[in-house]
């Protein structure tokens, strides 16, 4: 078997397929009328609690303290390189992932804190580029409760505003991670059963100002 | 059932398939949930059929240049440390996956849920090569276990219910404690029995929903997690797609994210969407290839009328609104791909020459519901009846191949289906007793072989499923014979 031959093979029927067509026109990309910020921010907060994933919107002193509740009674922690450990409140045992933790080391975890890279509000979705702050995709995989810390003016109204939000970081090569809600299957007689594989709580937190920035 | 190729013609496994009351009562379950749910989340969307038109543009504006686009994935995947190869067909295909687990000397391996993959009958072949692969969706691993098959594009295990799968689960998951038949009893040990796979496994197989030329990004849409588990904790990762997934630009992914979901599961996004190019170095696996599978689909594409069928998403909404569906169930088709878009695209797969793949366009009411729910605006029923002409046209001039003739002449004319029906409903007095049509001459009459069949109804299709929903008993539920 030769793919070099299968794949000329594949070529030529496309375009003997293919002879004389026309390529359409793309009709514009249907926009949403525009909102206010405070808008944004409810739709935002209605559909992260319609996933049933915690919510709460603080003005930045009140982060550590919403960091504590979030984690309830998580005492391992793992956070990515980049993360602020000042918005770390004391008493956990926190692992940074510098030296890269081992997938063990990971499992052994109750929860992971990270940013985020941009939020849609229509959907309720976080998308991580997994730049400073983000960690690596495992990271915020395998322990079973994610707390991500949103700053405010990093929530877009729609999933375009997000795509383009990102555009730069998938053209550098970087992988992405969309998280809308916990882990979730339907698959038993379609009985929602949260927490499958993923981390099976999320808890999110959005810091109202400029106060909360990711090192570097 | 297994891959492409049915067993047996439609008519025949549809007739026993509805003489089982069990399957028939989730099945309507099912599609009556989630069909209802993803009408709220459509309504959600003011600018819903703008969407529609553009998702359809943007996958035939790709489709139109395929070629390039191909070239440029597999220069932009390359030019990100990854590695492309190209299938003809199945066994092509097969045989790409099984050597790359041989140069690792893997003997076991995960898998994310991948229609494709069921397509080319993937885990049977690596079997064969004493290489086990262990499906990871909660429904494929019911699936897996009982040694049965898919009977639904999105949720594969619908035609088994909680006490089937506890016993299941108690028998093959090992479990010290007795398992309960509580769904989150159920999944937790599933859970358990999985991480430890993810955790240690070395290589992953994947489908993929998309992939983006411009950046040989390929993207996996799911809910559990087990698909984020794949594509990032093992060494290797091999993803297999059918050359009709490819996109143009990154831009191109939003339209797509906004209608999958919530056609899909209703939901406005599905819980978890994995994206990557290439290979990431420190983040995920370090070896990475791309399978870029035909078995077939040049074929449709070289077809004007069936070309459309290349667009498809795989959300399953034309599965859940279905009537033929509803009552038949997945397994009767026979095929990985069930349903409205199974019966136009297996028989299409197999170039209209597999003689029981020629029998499923004759799988539809034409009630049009189909078209209404699809979020590419795939013209499911203009498809099937173009179909049924080509399969009678393998079977040599008959009545019923001019009859399909004219109608093929009429929506040549650019007649918009809605008009047919309309005129078949017209048409159709004579034949409705009670209600229902219990014998068609022609068009029909392949499926009211084993099936009576309901009157095409007075209003639109959208007005006729919502007092058909409201109204127990009213509509085709009482054509049952
Ligand atoms: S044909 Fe349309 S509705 Fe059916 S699965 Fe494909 S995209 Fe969805």
């Known amino acids: ?216 | 059932m297994s891959g492409l190729h049915p067993s047996r013609p439609f008519p025949e496994a549809a007739r026993e398939a509805v003489g089982n009351p069990q399957l028939r009562a989730n099945l309507r379950k099912v599609t009556n949930t989630i069909r209802e749910k993803r009408l709220r989340a459509v309504e959600e969307l003011p600018h819903w059929e703008e969407l529609r038109q553009l998702g359809a543009a943007t996958k035939d504006a790709s489709l139109a240049n395929l070629s390039d686009r191909l070239l440029e994935l597999e220069a932009s995947v390359v030019a990100r440390g990854g590695r492309v190869h190209w299938a003809r067909d199945a066994a092509e295909a097969r045989e790409l996956v099984a050597q790359i687990a041989q140069a690792h000397q893997v003997t076991e391996l995960i898998k994310v849920k991948s229609i494709t993959s069921d397509e080319i009958e993937l885990n049977a072949a690596l079997d064969a090569h004493g290489i086990h692969a262990i499906e990871t969706d909660l429904a494929e691993l019911i699936v897996q276990l009982s040694h049965d098959t898919p009977s639904h594009i999105l949720v594969p295990a619908i035609h088994r219910n909680r006490a089937e799968i506890q016993a299941l689960f108690n028998r093959e998951l090992g479990d010290p404690q007795h398992l309960s038949d509580e769904p989150a009893v159920l999944a937790g040990a599933a859970r358990r029995y999985l991480r430890q796979k993810f955790l240690t496994t070395k290589m992953a197989v994947s489908g993929a929903n998309f992939a983006v030329a411009e950046t040989g990004t390929v993207c996996v849409v799911e809910s559990e997690g087990n698909g984020r588990m794949c594509v990032t904790l093992p060494e290797v990762l091999v993803s297999i797609m059918g050359i009709e997934k490819v996109l143009q630009t990154w831009e191109d992914i939003s339209v797509f994210m906004e209608v999958l979901p919530r056609s899909s599961t209703a939901e406005r996004m599905n819980p978890y969407t994995s994206f990557w190019s290439g290979v990431t170095p420190g983040d995920g696996p370090q070896e990475f290839h791309l399978i870029l599978l035909d078995n077939g689909r040049t074929d449709v594409l070289a077809d004007e009328v069936g070309r459309q069928t290349l667009r498809c998403i795989r959300c399953s909404a034309c599965l859940n609104v279905c009537p033929v569906y509803e009552r038949a169930g997945g397994h009767a088709y026979g095929s990985v791909y069930p349903g409205p878009i199974g019966a136009i695209l297996t028989p299409q797969l197999l170039n209209m020459t597999d003689k029981n793949a020629n029998t499923l366009p004759g799988a539809s009411s034409l009630c049009g519901a189909c078209y209404d729910a699809c979020p590419v605006r795939i013209n499911i029923p203009q498809v099937l009846i173009y179909l049924r002409g080509e399969a009678n046209d393998q079977k040599g001039v008959t009545l019923e191949s001019l009859a399909m003739q004219g109608m093929r002449y009429a929506m040549s004319e650019g007649w918009r289906f809605e008009g047919a029906v309309k005129l078949a409903r017209l048409g159709q007095g004579p034949l409705v007793r009670n209600g229902q049509i219990t014998a068609l001459p022609g068009l029909l009459g392949g499926w009211t072989q084993s099936r009576d069949l309901s009157a095409f109804p007075p209003q639109s299709f959208r007005e006729w499923w919502r007092t058909r929903n409201a109204e127990p008993g009213a509509g085709s539920e009482g054509g049952q014979p």
């Open chain 1, 1 to 216: 078997m030769s793919t070099a031959e299968a794949r000329l093979e594949v070529l030529t029927r496309i375009n003997r397929a293919k002879e004389g067509a026309q390529t359409p026109e793309r009709p514009p990309y249907p926009r949403a009328a525009a909102q206010t910020r405070e808008e944004v921010l409810h739709t935002f907060q209605d559909r992260i609690e319609d996933y049933r994933a915690g919510f709460v919107r603080v003005a930045p002193p009140g982060l550590l303290e919403a960091v504590r509740t979030a984690l309830g009674g998580a005492r391992r922690v793992v956070v990515p390189g980049g993360l602020d450990a000042v918005w770390l409140p004391d008493g956990l045992d926190v692992r940074r992932d510098e030296p890269f933790l081992t997938h063990a080391e990971l499992d052994g975890a109750d929860a992971v804190v990270t940013g985020c890279a941009v939020a849609v509000a229509t959907t309720g979705t976080i998308i991580l580029d997994h730049g400073p702050g983000q960690g690596r995709r495992v990271l915020t995989l395998v322990p079973d409760l994610h707390v991500c810390i949103i700053r405010a003016d990093q929530i877009v109204p729609d999933v375009l505003d997000g795509v383009q939000a990102v555009a730069a970081a998938v053209r550098a090569g970087r992988p992405l991670t969309w998280i809308s809600g916990g882990s979730a299957t339907s698959d038993i007689e379609l009985v929602r059963v949260e927490g499958v594989h993923g981390p099976r709580r999320l808890q999110v937190i959005v810091v109202d100002g400029p106060a909360w920035r990711g090192r570097g």
